[in-house]
């Protein structure tokens, strides 16, 4: 498990961009292939790969994680942004068809994150 210092804001974006990305292709996709991506990118053996704070911690779990969107009602501002970023991709995604889908996925893939580790105790790190 790693803090974070930079970088919160772009990897929750990647994983709100995943969950409505398996969305769109449950519809008519390889059940196993979308099992893979959540595995690899939202929750593997019930462990979400992205925390966000404790005040939103719960919601981001249930309406990105495990896609409930009927558990919570945003009670944050920060919780409106992810609701608001959930359904500006489902938006982007839904009209496109399968193969463009795949092609964005695949340009996803290529992009890496750097980590740079410091060993510094006075250090400020946000959890996401």
């Known amino acids: 498990m790693f803090d ?4 919160q804001q772009r990897l929750t974006a990647i994983i709100i961009f995943v969950r409505c990305l398996v ?9 196993g292939q979308l099992e893979y991506i959540k595995q690899d990118y939202l929750e ?3 462990k979400p790969k992205l925390n966000a704070l404790e005040y939103d911690r719960d919601y981001f ?3 990105i994680i495990t896609n409930d969107d009927n558990k919570h009602k945003p009670q944050t501002p920060s919780q409106e942004r992810i609701l ?3 359904e500006f991709f489902t ?3 839904k009209n496109k068809e399968i193969a463009q889908l795949e092609k964005i996925f695949q340009a996803m893939q290529k992009a890496q994150i ?7 105790k006075k250090r400020f790190c946000v959890n996401v």
């Open 91 to 93: 938006k982007a995604l």
């Open 4 to 7: 974070i210092i930079d970088g």
């Open 23 to 31: 969305n769109v292709l449950a519809k008519g996709y390889d059940k």
């Open 84 to 86: 608001e970023a959930k």
């Open 61 to 63: 779990y249930d309406v």
């Open 114 to 120: 750097i980590k740079f580790e410091f060993s510094n």
């Open 44 to 46: 593997n053996r019930k």
